[in-house]
């Protein structure tokens, strides 16, 4: 199996460094090891939620746009 590094994941994933320690600690990267203090991600894994954002449906987001006008 083929790991990345946290900083090549960032880059991957368009997120910042912090946000992929975070999702690494929380267990939300299956499959990522922690050797020393450098976190070693499969290079197969998926990108997690962003938890702070809701996704909208968008079938629903264009009826409610058609209601409104």
Known sequence: MEYLTGKE????WGITPRMV????SAG????AVKKG???LIPAAAKKPDDKR???RNIVSSLQE????R
């Open 9 to 12: 994941i960032c880059e991957k």
């Open 21 to 24: 320690n975070y999702h690494c």
């Open 28 to 31: 939300r990267i299956e499959g």
């Open 37 to 39: 203090n450098l976190w």
């Open 53 to 55: 954002y809701k996704k």
């Open 65 to 68: 746009d058609k209601n409104e």
